[in-house]
């Protein structure tokens, strides 16, 4: 039997996929395999220390992920880089901003219900400020409206939400 043998960047690998990548799958299933076992034996302890393993596993894995991704953004020779038989890869960098919300909130007020700064309110505005918000700000149902603060305003929280629960989780407190 003949393997075709390529190089890659982690070294050398059959069939396209690094032998570290196929190693790493081959344990995860094991480990799967195991933890269904685990399961079905109702072996939450054995579980638990599992869990806490492979939480510090992922940990070191995204730090691995995140130095390879640096490494691959620092040498790839164009902004957009093609390589055959993997992919395209872009290089992009984030941006992030500290807003000073309740400063632009009253500058936009002010500016659109005194437009001209005369001191005076314009009340037959605030429609057009009500169309500005709604243009600026993040009125999505994911927007997390704070809902201690609804609930001491006296507001009814449950007509303006729908609540729906997600998957339970476990968090292991050191």
Known sequence: MTTEIEK??????????PEIVK????ALLDADELRQELADAGDYTSLAYGLVAFKDLKANLDILVRAIEDDVAAHLPAKK???????????????????DSEGLMQYMVRDVLDPDRTGEVNYDRIWDLIEALKAVLPLT???????????ELGMPVDNFAETTYGRQTISVVK
């Open 141 to 151: 149902a994911s927007l997390g409206w704070r809902v201690t603060a609804l609930k």
């Open 23 to 26: 190693v790493f799958n081959r």
């Open 8 to 17: 890659t960047t982690f070294g050398v690998a059959t069939g396209g996929t």
């Open 81 to 99: 880089h093609t390589i055959e038989g993997l992919g395209t890869f872009e290089r992009r960098s984030t941006t992030s901003r500290k807003w």
